[in-house]
Each structure stands twice: as structure tokens, then as C-alpha cells.
């Protein structure tokens, strides 16, 4: 059995109808719906099924939604091929799929996982809420050229490089008027595309730092174990099976750059011969293709 990565969604994947075939096809995966439901104490598995997209692209459902269909999609794979499950060497997430990451590999339990998850999504934003911010995709530069922009940019707000995602597809976070700017200037520098993203404010960057203070705590607070494979983690791009580092590295990334790309080249770096994109979209597919075109990548869609 060729060696295996895992790789986990993060928020912007998500689709109204995500999960509901799982649900109805795989028992674990619908246990795995019903006890979030539970924990979460609303209807998680209507937002998902039926939307509509407005409310499940609010931060407060997203996470979780894209947390637990990401691990009904890894009980869909272990129902018909159980030995790729068993198999996985190393596993990794975008932002949030990192909880999805760490869940796997056995740093925390499901429900440890989803309570954090929602601590993190109820935090995040309620800090959006209260300043008006977001986020900006810049396509087509480099990251030199883009975080000059930034500095340019920056005046007396928040600004900053947030996402990392590939060669020439970065990710800025900040005050909608620093966004304004960046935009601008990015698009005058040649740009590809400049998108503004769905988002609810400016992850990944000291605008979050409230919701830090509150995920904090409840990461304090939830039992960690040693991870039984290695997660590359986002702030770093590095493989990590320590609970210690784990639990600072989960509080750090909220207000640090998402190091997407360092973390697709550690795994490429490594003798990983399968990779599996598990959950909404196929995001992550894509990205990891622009690095490598012949990867063999495979989605198992929730």
C-alpha cells in the first residue's frame, strides 16, 4: 500500500446539499451528523442539506459544518476502503480543516473537536461584527510583490497577508478600506484577478485577536493527546504530533498567515505517493496541482 496524505477543507467550501448523500448512504457518517446536532444544539444537518447558502456561509455554521461532513467524508472512504484509511501517514488542513486534521490523526475527540470549533466560529465572528473588514484574493503575483502592496496599502489600518495558498494565489486580510486599497493598487501592479472572498472579516490577522482570548481558554481546557500521525500545521508548515505545540499553534493561527503553500511542500518534499482531498469542493486539489501537475490527488466529496 502506497503511503497516503490527508487533506482537509477549509471555510469557503462549503455547498447547501453538502453531507446529505453520506448521511443517507453511510451509517457512521449520519451517527457523526446526528451526534453534532446534539452537541451544537440546532439543526446542523438541515443547514447543510437545504440551506439556504446565506446561513450556511455564516461563520457560525460553516466551521462546523465543514468539520463534521469533512469526517463523515472520511467514514465514507473507511466504509469501502478501509485499509486507505488505515493507511494515511500524515494528515493537514486549510485553517479550519486543521481541527478536521488533528481530529483524524487523534490529537482530540470528535466532540472536543466540535465544541472548539464552535468556540472558534462563535468568536471569529463576533470579531468581524464588530469592525468592518475582509479579505481579498490576489492572483498572478508573487508573494514579494504582494506584501508590498501591502505595506503600501496599509496606512493606519489592518492589513496583512493572510493565506498563502500556492504560487501566485495569496490571500489579504484587513479594514475594508485597507482591502479598497489593495485591490487597487494590486490591480494596477498587473494583477490577474483581484477577488474580494466570502468571508465574514479579516482572519488570519490581529483583528481576531478577541476570539484568540476566548479559543484560549477552551483550548486550555480540552483534552489533547499525542497525535498517533503527524499534522502539518498552518502556522508553520512543519509536522507536529506534540498536544503542547498542537494547543499553541491552534491559538496562534487565528492571527497568523496561513502557510499553505510551505505545507503542500513539505508533503510533496515527503515519499507520499496518494493524497486524498476529503470533504466540499475540490479546492485543494487544485492547489496542490499547481504545484505538482501530475499528483495523484483524489476527492471523496461530502
Not at 439543526?43 to 460553516?62: F, M, R
Not at 473507511?78 to 486507505?84: C, H, I, L, T, Y
Not at 482570548?213 to 507536529?240: C, Q, T, W
Not at 511542500?265 to 496542490?288: I, K, M, T, W
Amino acid at each position: 500500500m502506497s503511503k497516503v496524505a490527508f487533506l482537509f477543507p477549509g471555510q469557503g467550501a462549503q455547498t447547501v446539499g453538502m453531507g446529505q448523500q453520506l448521511a443517507a448512504e453511510v451509517p457512521a457518517a449520519k451517527a457523526l451528523m446526528d451526534q453534532a446536532c446534539e452537541i451544537l444544539g440546532y439543526d446542523l444537518a438541515k443547514i447543510c442539506y437545504e440551506g439556504p447558502q446565506e446561513e450556511l456561509n455564516a461563520t457560525v455554521h460553516s466551521q462546523p459544518a465543514l468539520f463534521v461532513t469533512s469526517l463523515m467524508a472520511v467514514e465514507a472512504l473507511r466504509a469501502k476502503s478501509p485499509e486507505v484509511v488505515d493507511s494515511a501517514a500524515v494528515a493537514a488542513g486549510l485553517s479550519l480543516g486543521e481541527y478536521t486534521a488533528l481530529v483524524f490523526a487523534g490529537a482530540m475527540t470528535f466532540e472536543d473537536g466540535l465544541r472548539l470549533v464552535q468556540v472558534r466560529a462563535t468568536g471569529m465572528q463576533a470579531a468581524a461584527d464588530a469592525v468592518e473588514s475582509g479579505m481579498v484574493s490576489i492572483l498572478g503575483l508573487e508573494r514579494e510583490q504582494v506584501e508590498s502592496l501591502v505595506d503600501q496599502a496599509r496606512g493606519e489600518d489592518v492589513l496583512q497577508v493572510a493565506n498563502l495558498l500556492g504560487p501566485g494565489n495569496i490571500a489579504v486580510s484587513g479594514h475594508l478600506s485597507a482591502c479598497a486599497r489593495v485591490t487597487e493598487a494590486a490591480e494596477a501592479a498587473g494583477a490577474m484577478k483581484v477577488v474580494p472572498l466570502a468571508v465574514a472579516g479579516a482572519f488570519h490577522t490581529p483583528l481576531m485577536q478577541p476570539a484568540v482570548e476566548k479559543l484560549a481558554a477552551a483550548v486550555a481546557e480540552v483534552p489533547m493527546a499525542e497525535a498517533r500521525i503527524p499534522v502539518v500545521m498552518n502556522v508553520d508548515g512543519s509536522e507536529h504530533t506534540s498536544a503542547d505545540e498542537i494547543r499553541e499553534l491552534l491559538v496562534l493561527q487565528v492571527v497568523s498567515p496561513v502557510l499553505w503553500e510551505a505545507t503542500q511542500r513539505h508533503l510533496l518534499s515527503g515519499d507520499y505517493e496518494q493524497f486524498y482531498e476529503l470533504g466540499a469542493g475540490r479546492v485543494l486539489r487544485g492547489l496542490l496541482r499547481r504545484i505538482e501537475r501530475k499528483v495523484n490527488c483524489e476527492n471523496v466529496s461530502a
